[in-house]
């Protein structure tokens, strides 16, 4: 069974760079065509794809973040991390990592492991 | 960009009920659509992938259909524990969630 678990500062001031960190168990982060992505949830709002990554480190982000968004993976120590810079409070959300599974032919793709969030708060 | 429309926001129901959510896509989508259950407090659960595929260990209650721009996703006997927000995602391109639908208590 595959888990996620994001790891990082709670709490942000205003202009930095938010950093979190995916840790991925019971499964390795190089195998089996996955990707592994970022998504934003505003309080009390819906669902925001951040971006994803594959372990060769090839990276696809949303084009209304990708000015401020970096996706990089370790895949010796089976993690993935995110940076955020420029944060203003609109960045206040909880950040959820996930796995995106391999596309498939007339099928797509989905995210069907995801950790638990950690809320992040943009705040002097 | 590809906007994902679902309707209603938000419905009341009762338990046993069947409750139906749709969702909009701005252009076809073919059958990249996947539909997801988030509870208060929790992250979304994967609930039907390439719109009508039910994902292991999702009660068959959960069903999902459409092609194209128009999806919906049903749940035959609404329980107890179906009370949460339902999110609909779009894989034909950059991915992108609906607004959600919100399923509460009558």
């Known amino acids: 069974q595959v888990q996620l678990q994001e790891s990082g500062p709670g709490l942000v001031k205003p202009s930095q760079t938010l950093s979190l960190t995916c840790t991925v168990s019971g499964g390795s982060i190089s195998s089996g065509g996955y990707y592994w992505s970022w998504i934003r949830q505003h309080p009390g709002k819906g669902l925001e794809w951040i971006g994803y990554?594959?372990?060769?480190?090839?990276?696809y982000y949303n084009p209304s973040l990708k000015s401020r968004v970096t996706i990089s993976v370790d895949t010796s120590k089976n993690q993935f991390s995110l940076k955020l810079s420029s944060v203003t409070a609109a960045d206040t959300a909880v950040y959820y990592c996930?796995?995106?599974?391999?596309?498939?032919?007339?099928?797509?793709?989905?995210?069907?492991?995801w950790g638990q969030g950690t809320l992040v708060t943009v705040s002097s | 960009d590809i906007q994902m429309t679902q309707s209603p926001s938000s419905l009341s129901a009762s338990v046993g009920d069947r409750v139906t959510i749709t969702c909009r896509a701005s252009q076809s989508i073919s059958s990249y659509l996947n539909w997801y259950q988030q509870k208060p407090g929790k992250a979304p659960k994967l609930l039907i992938y390439a719109a009508s595929s039910l994902q292991s260990g999702v009660p068959s209650r959960f069903s999902g259909s459409g092609s194209g721009t128009d999806f919906t996703l049903s749940i035959s006997s609404l329980q107890p524990e179906d009370f949460a927000t339902y999110y609909c995602q779009q894989s034909y391109s950059t991915p992108r969630f609906g607004g959600g639908t919100k399923v509460e208590i009558k």
């Open positions: 990554i594959y372990y060769s480190g090839s990276t």
């Open positions: 996930a796995r995106r599974t391999p596309e498939a032919p007339g099928s797509g793709t989905y995210l069907d492991y």
